[in-house]
């Protein structure tokens, strides 16, 4: 298996649509690239983070179960040129960091948010 061409996408499940479509414009600066009914799309990179809302996402990881919102089970990482700049731009928009800025032990510079249904968010240089 060749998985060289790198993160296609990543599909978030969330309860609201509308409220997640309003925090990731507002956390990544970007538009929706695409859009129905059940998901939003945004483009960060080359990578699809796709909103999909929990009812639809049933088919998408049948015959398992969705899970519900709760405790930390992922981080997603995205690398940025400054990441005290992020800050600064997540604060305009009202975001409240989880931690950071700070310096890590093993190198990058990092900071992290939480989306409104819990999934946890880095931003590293």
Not at 68 to 89: K, L, S
């Amino acid at each position: 298996m060749d998985v060289s061409n790198g993160i296609f996408a990543i599909t978030l499940i969330v309860e609201d649509l509308a409220r997640a479509k309003a925090f990731y414009a507002s956390a990544f600066g970007r538009s929706v690239a695409w859009e129905d009914e059940n998901s939003a799309v945004f483009r960060v990179g080359p990578t699809m983070i796709n909103l999909l809302t929990s009812d639809a996402a049933i088919e998408l990881v049948d015959p398992a179960p969705v899970g519900t919102p709760g405790g930390v089970r992922a981080v997603y990482t995205i690398q940025v040129e400054d990441v005290d700049a992020a800050a600064a731009e997540l604060a305009a928009a009202g975001i409240d960091l989880l931690n950071g800025p700070m310096d890590r032990p093993w190198g990058p510079r990092t900071l992290s948010f939480r989306d409104p249904f819990g999934a946890v968010w880095e931003l590293a240089h």
